[in-house]
């Protein structure tokens, strides 16, 4: 079982910034992928970022390339979302996973079914 304690969120004005953090514990050697996810009311869980923590080959949805950007730091097994440029529609809760796959970036659409260990989820708030 791993752990993962996110922190980071809170409220900005649009084109403000925040920068999520997701600390992992337990069993840390059990997985390979790491990414942040939200889910937006009325639609299925999407993924935001994603990455090999191996291979740092970070992954991103749409409406997150060229604002956020995902990293980590293996040593303390730890990753990062630095969210730039915020817009209101940005605004949810944002769970980082940690999990295990042969390609981490097929999960950016990862459906209804469970997979990996989810943290409680950090809340950014974004307004106009």
């Known amino acids: 079982l791993v752990y993962l304690a996110e922190s980071g969120g809170g409220s900005v004005q649009t084109g403000g910034s925040l920068r999520l953090s997701c600390a992992a514990s337990?069993?840390?050697?059990?997985?390979?992928?790491m990414g942040w996810f939200r889910q937006p009311l009325g639609k299925s869980r999407e993924g935001v970022a994603l990455?090999?923590?191996?291979?740092?080959?970070?992954t991103y949805s749409d409406s997150a390339k060229g604002r956020f950007t995902i990293s980590r730091d293996v040593a303390i097994n730890t990753a990062y979302l630095q969210m730039d440029s915020l817009k209101p529609e940005d605004t949810d809760t944002y769970y980082c996973?940690?999990?295990?796959?042969?390609?981490?970036?097929?999960?950016?659409?990862?459906?209804?079914?469970?997979?990996?260990?989810w943290g409680q989820g950090t809340r950014v708030t974004v307004s106009s």
């Open positions: 337990g069993d840390t050697w059990s997985f390979n992928c």
């Open positions: 996973v940690a999990w295990r796959s042969w390609k981490c970036s097929t999960y950016l659409h990862p459906g209804k079914g469970d997979f990996g260990d």
């Open positions: 990455m090999d923590i191996r291979a740092n080959d970070p």
